[in-house]
């Protein structure tokens, strides 16, 4: 069996479309069936990787190492699945496939067009997992009428047509903005979305309509006359407290038996209910914890997507609400404020705009015993904080920030050096380490080895680190015995810097347990 769902936007762009869809991919997950969700991006880098989290979120690292949109991180939460290159699609990559065909002859001296190679290599990766799972659910990345995005809606068409009709639904999700003035809800938006679409030829079969206010039934009747769908396949999307309410929301408008009936089977298991249940006592919490998250990006909280949600999950399951703070590094006022936190995060990032702010909170962390955790350049910091406060190693440094350090602490690997580009050239995805027995990250894992998703070019420098553990800051996991993945400091209540990423393993009731702990510590450091 291979069923497909289309995810298309209109309207407005940030609808929630990722969301959408892996809500209705839950409550399919619920009845019993294997799904996977894929992501078409219309733009034309080949992945996200080299993109400014400012412009696009965080960049989300699968574990088979593709650079990817932070959607897929939306997908793995709400499916506790692993995504993969397979999971991740651009125009750019779709274009480079293309061409690079082209240049080996393989299309025997054809003009090679959007129509049919481009809409061609699109729909053969439609199918990418349909040996995988039995419903693949497509999103379509960008709002009907983007020129860019005219390919994809093109090559879903020509799927439809190609296929079984009750084997491919078309799910369109839109706004229908609310006129304070008028006190009115307006569908004219839908309306013209919907029409665009249908002039490319795709009919909705559903559509979930983003909106701040009920929609009453004489609206969902306009919309289902102007829009040629089912008034009961006009879906109420009204802004919840969670995202993981969704999936309900959605469940008590019965979209998941429209959806089956569409796709005419036949649910393959007693639906389970208690998700449901599970999710909703995530909300009750009876404390409250302060976390501090000093990053380079301070006002778009996309940019650390997945962090957040781990803060959030770990939290939930100790009965607390995290209060996470995004401070930016060059706030002339950080450490004042730090005062204030129960616990202090510094991330990962590239390139050395305010390094020299994420060092002094480290080292206020560090001084005053506060929880703190750090992620890849967090722990990276870390330990030039150590090298150079602990260890006396003066203006120790990383080579990515001073080339010409005495001290290179955290330096990249020769066989790294010849890299030229930009993107695909970092040690990327799973990688395995063991840790060592008595210590805190042995405690917080309670296993002897691990497998992280990774993301990064340099490492902290082996040469160093009998210094550093004499001075405090222990290494307590290594990959294959050489690389240092995890340090920490003994004589402090929670200090920890791991070279991965372990926000990208954070489900809902499956905190991950370096968040977990470090929120558990983070409670304990009320005041
Ligand atoms: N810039 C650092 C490196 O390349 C850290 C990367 C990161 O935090 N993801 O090693």
């Not at 208690?274 to 006592?281: D, N, P, Q």
């Not at 996309?302 to 939930?316: M, W």
């Not at 929880?371 to 030039?384: D, K, R, W």
């Not at 691990?450 to 405090?472: C, D, Q, S, T, V």
Request: a neutral charge; glycine letters at 6%.
């Amino acid at each position: 069996m291979a069923k497909y769902i289309f995810i298309t936007g209109g309207v407005v762009s940030s609808l929630g479309k990722g969301i959408s869809g892996a809500s209705i991919g839950k409550l399919l997950q619920l009845h019993g069936f294997k799904v996977n969700m894929i992501k078409f991006d219309p733009y034309i880098n080949v992945d996200p990787g080299t993109m400014n989290p400012y412009q696009h979120g965080e960049v989300f690292v699968t574990s088979d190492g593709a650079e990817s949109d932070l959607d897929l991180g939306t997908y793995e939460r709400f499916l506790d699945l692993y995504t993969s290159k397979s999971n991740t699609n651009t125009a750019g990559d779709i274009y480079k496939t293309v061409i690079t065909k082209e240049r080996k002859g393989d299309y025997d001296g054809d003009t090679v067009q959007v129509i049919p190679h481009i809409t061609d290599e699109i729909k053969r990766r439609f199918s990418a997992l349909k040996d995988e799972c039995e419903i693949s659910i497509i999103e379509i990345g960008g709002t009907v009428g983007d020129i860019e995005g005219l390919p994809f809606m093109e090559a879903a068409r020509q799927f439809k047509l190609e296929n079984n009709p009750e084997d491919v639904l078309s799910i369109h999700v839109t706004l229908v903005p609310y006129i304070a003035g008028a006190h009115e809800l307006k569908t004219k938006p839908t309306q013209h979305s919907v029409n665009k679409l249908r002039e490319i030829g795709i009919s909705p079969d559903m559509i979930i309509c983003r909106t701040e206010q009920p929609l009453d039934d004489s609206l969902k009747r306009k919309i289902s006359l102007f829009c040629n769908v089912k008034q009961e396949c006009v879906i109420e999307a009204l802004d919840v407290p969670s995202i993981y309410y969704i999936p309900e929301a959605l469940y008590k408008q019965k979209v998941d038996v429209l959806v089956i009936e569409k796709l005419n089977i036949k649910p393959k298991a007693k639906f389970d209910k208690t998700w449901f249940t599970k999710i909703e006592s995530l909300s009750e919490h009876h404390k409250i914890v302060k976390i501090a998250v000093v990053g380079k990006y301070s006002d778009l909280k996309d940019a650390y997507k997945s962090i957040d949600e781990s803060l959030n999950i770990a939290s939930a399951e100790l009965k607390a609400k995290a209060e996470i703070h995004y401070l930016g590094v060059e706030d002339k006022n950080l450490i004042n404020k730090l005062k204030w936190y129960n616990g202090i995060l510094v991330p990962g990032g590239f390139g050395n705009r305010g390094i020299e702010g994420k060092i002094k909170a480290i080292n206020f962390a560090r001084e005053n015993k506060i929880p703190f955790f750090g992620i890849c350049l967090g722990m990276q910091c870390s330990v030039i904080e150590a090298a150079r406060n602990l260890a006396k190693l003066k203006n120790a440094n990383s080579t990515e920030f001073d080339e010409t350090t005495k001290y290179p602490v955290i330096k990249i690997l020769d066989e790294q050096k010849d890299v030229k580009y930009r993107g695909g050239t970092m040690r990327l995805g799973n990688y395995k380490s063991e840790i060592k027995k008595n210590t805190l990250a042995h405690s917080l894992y309670k296993s002897n080895e691990i497998e992280e998703r990774h993301r990064h070019r340099y490492e902290m420098n082996p040469e160093f680190i009998e210094l550093l553990e004499k001075a405090g800051m222990i290494v307590s996991a290594y990959h294959k015995k050489v690389l240092p993945e995890i340090v920490e400091i003994k004589s402090h209540p929670f200090f920890i810097g791991v070279q991965f990423h372990p926000e990208f393993a954070s489900r809902p009731m499956k905190a991950h347990p370096i968040f977990k702990g470090f929120i558990n510590a983070a409670l304990k450091n009320k005041n």
